[in-house]
């Protein structure tokens, strides 16, 4: 389900970016479409409209207003999405009945790439529903798509740190969580428990009430002898992620059977700072607050909150 949620977040994000104006539910195109809700949130919707359905600009309309708070610039609006087909109303691939819904960032990033999905999502009340619709376009040999979307909660938004602020805070000292507090952690059982197979395979156990951390912490698990990996270098690792609130792994190198090469400036900041330093051979474990992960909640299909990796850093280049 995570391969569907990658691939229908962005698509609906890009046909945003290529549309029109919002049009009034009450008039315009799409004014027939009706978009009947089951009894909470991850059930498939039931479309209807006066079929086939066909429209000759990029229009993307709010059908059903909802009753809960209405989405503020800063905030994350949660999106469940199903692509429906505009001859006959089926359904397609839909995340109503994934187990997590997809966030939107409201913020100026939107309001200037998908100024569009801005408008419509700034000031909607949770629990609104969309309809979306592309005219087909014969140049780029585009078919017509049609999408219907509802907007499920509203989440203040702690976003993932910039380069310039992951560094200043690098620099004063608060970024990191000292060895001796982490050390304390471990003391107290509060830190992830690594446990590794035969084979070598990295399992992570999340103690009862972890905590999220408001520093990175980092464990080196073993060290290696091999060379030191420098904050402009390239990692290659093998590795596994997990959610701190829920232990459920979202990413293992492990599972896809060989190791993950990366430039360590190009990646979240929990790595590029919990590695820099770190030499070949060695096995750490890195605690990610939400600041130093992908953010929380996270956009696209990233995973949200806090992460726990655990990485084995096979060579650095």
């Known amino acids: 389900m995570r391969k569907v949620l990658a691939i229908l977040l962005p698509f609906l994000l890009f046909l945003t970016a290529c549309s029109g104006d919002d049009e009034a539910k009450s008039s315009g195109p799409l004014s027939s479409v009706k978009i009947e809700r ?32 209405e989405v503020a610039d800063g905030q994350t609006a949660m999106i469940r999405l199903a692509i429906v087909n505009p001859e006959d109303g089926t359904v397609g691939q839909e995340t ?29 009340p949770v629990g609104s529903d969309f309809a979306y619709y592309i005219p087909a376009n014969e140049e780029s040999g585009t078919e017509a798509n049609f999408l219907v979307f509802t907007i499920t909660d509203a989440m203040d938004t702690v976003p993932t740190l910039t380069p310039d602020e992951a560094a200043a805070r690098n620099a004063d000292g608060t970024l990191l969580m000292s060895s001796e507090d982490v050390d304390a952690l471990e003391a107290e059982g509060k830190l992830p428990e690594v446990t590794f197979a035969e084979d070598g395979t990295p399992s992570i156990t999340i103690p009862e009430g972890a905590e ?21 270098g390239t990692v290659v690792a093998d590795y596994l992620g997990v959610g701190l609130r829920d232990g459920e792994t979202f990413d293992s190198s492990y599972e896809r059977g060989e190791p993950a090469e990366f430039p360590l400036g190009n990646v979240i900041p929990g ?16 605690v990610l607050p939400s600041e130093l992960a992908y953010g929380d909640p996270a956009g696209g299909s990233s995973p949200s909150g806090p992460l726990v990796f655990v990485v084995d850093i096979k060579e650095v280049k």
């Open 96 to 124: 109503y009945s994934a187990e997590n819904a997809e966030g939107i960032a409201v913020n100026e990033s939107l309001k200037t790439g998908n100024s569009q999905m801005y408008d419509a999502l700034l000031g909607a």
């Open 212 to 232: 999220e951390p408001e520093r990175l912490v980092v464990k080196v698990l073993e060290e290696g002898d091999g060379p030191v990996l420098e904050s402009t």
């Open 271 to 286: 790595w590029t700072y919990g590695l820099a330093e770190q030499k070949a051979g060695s096995k750490v474990l890195l």
């Open 38 to 69: 089951g009894d909470d949130e991850t059930s498939v919707p039931s479309v209807e409209f006066d079929e086939p359905l066909s429209v000759e600009e990029p229009t993307l309309t709010r059908i059903n207003d909802g009753d809960g708070d």
